[in-house]
């Protein structure tokens, strides 16, 4: 077990350091850039350094418990494109880069607006502009008017404000050599081992209880978990399977945590070509898809089944628009109905990832039953998303989370703008473009109550076009010594991982 020591002196007694050591299921990071950091062993470190201008309560990701961050608050004019943020005043960079001003907010934004800069550029597509009125005050102003601004500033993606002299003085190396505001900050990187922080004594909330992490990176399933049973580790990522939550569980040392948002599988059907632009085939798959032994598979302490075509978390969802039960003779009595007595064969591109090998493979099963071949290319990870961008697969399934509203969901995964090719590509593998008059109209309209009535009919409309079959319902797994305290009830985070903030303490 690593420690630091004594570290300082409480009433004339020397006071154990506080280390935790943290396993994550990778073999290195790319960079701790905040608008680059898109991995998940990357996105789990980005609220321990770094901070929005609002927040989510540690531990919940409901959109109600969204809260002032680094700025104390905010107001907007009626029409919804002008909004105001005021500024904390106590916020200090890390490693001398001093205090934070509406200098650093407005470069922060403009830079996490660049498509050169930033991987999340898309997200603040509807940002005319960042102005910074006096040190404690930014001014940004929509194109269209917009409720959701609170939201997208959040400490997530592109939502992080970093130094702006540390970008420009460390230029390239500020990608291993990271400056943020949160409570911890950057001590070490050691290339496909660890990166080390350490606390930072000046975090505007207090100094944090806990002195150094330790986040190793451990992509062996048994070296980590062999790691942890030994004591190496204070909190680990989890497996997503069954039996390796359950043997977690029931350790008596051990806490298990299964949080928010979840990965949803579905599989996208696309509609832009033969066999899949026939409605009555795409019909016929949900019919011959069985969704619950896929689900029964994956276990169900860690998957769910998956009802709408958003996760049932997401602000939105509706639970209601469902496809029908499985029913391998309608599906064969549609199959003939659309010109294939003798049945079908399709080609998918899959991913050797195992949150959707093993689903493929179940479902590669299912639609034999009902005389449809489904012919599946496995590739490496990288390969199968190169491959499904550039339209190769007419079928393609894909395990995602995102920022739970139902905008962000149905605008990347069902606009027709946001299909492969498309000036505006995102995730629409199924060409689907059965609601994009609600799917528009929701992103800009302000009243809640109607926004939801558009959502709810572009849901409908997309499960009665078949664009997409929903297959399960995966949370994020993690287990973690019953000496550490996270300081918060956590039920979810949308980094991934669980945040340790300024309260977290580790008693050994």
């Excluded at 029409?79 to 904390?88: A, G």
């Amino acid at each position: 077990m690593m420690a630091l020591g004594a570290l300082g002196m409480a009433a004339g007694q020397a006071r154990a350091a506080q280390v935790l050591n943290v396993g994550m299921a990778a073999s290195d990071l790319a960079t701790l850039d905040p608008h680059r950091a898109s991995a998940t062993q990357e996105k789990i470190l980005m609220p321990w350094l770094y901070n929005g201008l609002t927040r989510f309560k540690p531990g919940s990701v409901s959109l109600e418990d969204v809260e002032p961050d680094l700025a104390r608050g905010w107001e907007s004019s009626p029409d919804k494109k002008v909004w105001t943020f005021t500024l904390r005043d106590d916020v200090q960079f890390h490693a001398g880069f001093g205090n934070m001003t509406s200098e650093d907010v407005v470069f922060s934004l403009d830079r996490a607006r660049d498509t050169r800069t930033s991987t999340f550029a898309a997200d603040f597509s509807n940002v005319d502009k960042v102005e910074a009125i006096d040190p404690r005050t930014v001014r940004i102003t929509l194109k269209s008017p917009s409720a959701d601004l609170p939201y997208l500033l959040v400490g997530y993606q592109g939502g992080f404000i970093v130094s702006k002299k540390a970008v420009e003085q460390r230029g390239d190396d500020f990608r291993l050599q990271p400056v943020g505001t949160g409570p911890f900050q950057f001590d070490a990187y050691q290339a496909s081992q660890s990166v080390t922080l350490k606390a930072n004594e000046q975090y505007f909330r207090g100094k944090p209880k806990i002195d150094q992490i330790v986040f190793r990176y451990i992509r062996s399933d048994a070296s980590r978990d062999l790691a942890y049973e030994s004591g190496e580790l204070d909190l680990i990522y989890g497996r997503q399977d069954q039996r390796w939550a359950e043997r977690m569980k029931g350790r008596d040392d051990t806490r298990l945590d299964i949080i928010e948002p979840a990965y949803q599988g579905l599989a996208y059907l696309n509609t832009s070509r033969k066999p899949f632009d026939d409605l009555r085939v795409r019909q016929a798959m949900a019919y011959a898809i069985e969704p619950e032994r896929i689900v029964a598979y994956k276990g169900t302490l860690v998957a769910a089944a998956s009802p709408a075509v958003i996760p049932k978390a997401t602000l939105g969802a509706d639970l209601d628009a469902t496809l029908p039960p499985p029913d391998v003779e309608k599906a064969r009595a549609l199959l003939k109905e659309a010109g294939y007595a003798n049945g079908l064969t399709f080609k998918v591109i899959q991913t050797q990832n195992a949150a959707t090998l093993g689903p493929a493979q179940i479902m590669q099963a299912q639609l034999k039953k009902a005389g449809i071949t489904m012919d599946m290319d496995v590739v490496e990870h990288a390969t199968y998303h190169q491959q499904i961008r550039k339209d190769l697969s007419d079928l393609v399934i894909y395990a995602s989370s995102r920022f739970p509203i139902a905008d962000n969901y149905l605008k990347e995964f069902y606009l027709s703008g946001a299909s492969p090719g498309q000036p505006g590509a995102a995730a629409n593998f199924s060409h689907c473009d059965a609601a994009d008059a609600e799917i528009e109209a929701a992103a800009k309209e302000l009243d809640l109550a109607k926004r939801k009535a558009l959502w709810k009919a572009a849901q409908e409309k997309i499960v009665a076009a078949v664009c997409a079959i929903p297959l399960f319902e995966q949370k994020i797994v993690w287990a973690s010594r019953k000496t550490l305290d996270y300081g918060y009830d956590l039920q979810g985070s949308l980094s991934y991982g669980p945040l340790i903030t300024e309260q977290t303490t580790l008693k050994k």
